[in-house]
Structures are given as C-alpha cells and as structure tokens.
C-alpha cells in the first residue's frame, strides 16, 4: 500500500454520466485513490457533460460534424484531454470507435457489460447486449474491464466479474444487475493499478 498514487484520470463519455458519477462517489469516500483531471464527449447534449460541468471538472465536447474526419476529431480529444496530464483514460460510456495515435501511449481502458469475449464488437453496448445474452439463455452475464486497442471490445482483458442472469429476468432488471457489478468492478480495477498490483503492460 506503501506505493499508492493518485491516479489522475481522464474520462472519455457519450451519454448519462452514470460511471463517472459513480467514479466521483468513490473518490469522495476515500474508497478511490484517483483525481478526475478532465471529462470529454463526443456528444454536447448528454448528462455526463452537465455532471462534469457541476462538479467543476474541465470538460469539452468534441463533436464529429465539428471535424474533417473521426481521425482529426480523436486526436484534438485526446491533445485537448493531454493537457491535464493524465496517467490513464478511462471510457465510461463512449460510444465510438477510437483512434489511439493521440493517446500518447498512455492506457485507455474501457468497461463493457457482458463477459468478452462474448458479446462484444460493433453494436453490442447497451441493452443491446442485455437482451442478446437473454435471447441466448445464458445462465451469466457480467463486466469486463479491458485494455483499448483497435478494434471494438477486443484488447486485453483485465478483469471480470460475473452476475448471475435469474429467472424472470427481463433487459431492465438484468441490466440494473449487471451496471451494480460495473460501479464496483471498475473503481477496483483503478485501486490495483494506483497500488502497482495491477500493471499494464512494460
């Protein structure tokens, strides 16, 4: 424990903001060793957006139609984001292909809803997912938090959880079940790597 940093985190959104709000709880109690240094979207109108803005985070929004191409928008987020100096970036809700030649090499990591590599790729997110795994019959579903490479929901595996999919289950109530699992796998995967128990990559 001796080794523990404050991660600063940059976080990476297109939607309701509920992981990083869950994010912010956990640093508030002391339960997470991290600083959230800056939030961006890819969206103007979503609620992740206002929950930064209140909790006086530096946040953008960094719009595709505002670029000549996925290419140059990717790389002035994470130019803009590289400014607060982050260790890592975090996707929490960020629905769009990445291209990770702005990362400056740092890691970005990214938290699904099911157990990959099982339902993921190309427009599994969401309920998307929830209601696949039902229509498969499967008896688990869960959370993976994974490394980002090039491809959707395909870099290294950090860690999993799983959750239990019940009987009378329908997309909600799994869904709500599964998103539980996320709030407390994702701040626990961050933990590790501000102790050095969890390292990624040399």
């Not at 800056?38 to 960094?62: E, M, Q, T, Y």
Request: glycine residues 10%.
């Amino acid at each position: 424990m001796s080794k523990e940093k404050t991660l600063r985190v940059a976080v990476l959104l297109s939607g309701s903001g509920r992981t990083l709000e869950n994010f912010l709880r956990q640093i508030d109690a002391g339960l997470l060793p991290a600083q959230i240094v800056a939030v961006a979207s890819n969206r103007d109108d979503v609620r992740g957006i206002d929950i930064a803005a209140k909790a006086g985070l530096a946040h953008a929004s960094f719009r595709r139609a505002d670029f000549e191409s996925r290419v140059a928008r990717d790389r002035a987020m994470f130019a803009w984001l590289g400014e607060f100096q982050p260790d890592l970036f975090c996707l929490a809700g960020y629905l769009a292909l990445l291209d990770l030649a702005g990362s400056g090499g740092r890691p970005v990591l990214n938290i699904h809803p099911a157990l990959l590599p099982k339902y993921g790729g190309k427009g599994f997110y969401g309920d998307h997912v929830h209601r696949a795994v039902l229509e498969s019959g499967d008896s688990t579903s869960g959370a993976t938090v994974h490394l980002v490479d090039v491809a959707y929901d395909r870099g290294p595996i950090l860690a999993q959880t799983e959750v239990a999919v019940e009987a009378g289950d329908d997309v909600r109530r799994l869904a709500d079940r599964v998103f539980a699992a996320e709030c407390e796998l994702y701040p626990r995967v961050l933990r590790q790597i501000a102790e050095g128990t969890l390292r990624l990559g040399a």
